[in-house]
Nanobody, 118 residues
Framework: QVQLVESGGGPVQAGDSLRLSCVFW????????MGWFRQAPGKERELVAA???????HISDAVKGRFTLSRDNAKNTVYLQMDSLEPEDTAVYYC????????????WGQGTQVTVSS
């Protein structure tokens, strides 16, 4: 069973930076695509960024140029570096894992709150 544990959220001011971390437990990390999603109050959950085991990344247009995604396969950890944060980035951020042999994210973390004030 895969477990994902996020950390790094919190309250910040517009323009600040945060780095979210997600530690992966229980399976072979290098076999999973890792994604970060977010859900703001009253809105649907959206994919923010994803990274393959070989570190190819997809970044959503909403955060492109401000957020970067990386992974350390030796530490079973994926990082979301968030710079130039905006109030619109306020949301609960979730880490998720998708096995390379499947087409959906099957494992989710508990979420970490990011609140950006203007």
């Amino acid at each position: 069973q895969v477990q994902l544990v996020e950390s790094g959220g919190g309250p910040v001011q517009a323009g600040d930076s945060l780095r979210l971390s997600c530690v992966f437990w229980g399976r072979t990390f290098s076999m999973y695509v890792m994604g970060w999603f977010r859900q703001a109050p009253g809105k649907e959950r959206e994919l923010v960024a994803a990274i393959t085991p070989g570190s190819s990344t997809h970044i959503s247009d909403a955060v492109k140029g401000r957020f970067t995604l990386s992974r350390d396969n030796a530490k079973n950890t994926v990082y979301l570096q968030m710079d130039s944060l905006e109030p619109e980035d306020t949301a609960v951020y979730y880490c998720a894992a998708q096995h390379m042999g499947t087409s959906s994210y099957d494992y989710w973390g508990q979420g970490t709150q990011v609140t950006v004030s203007s």
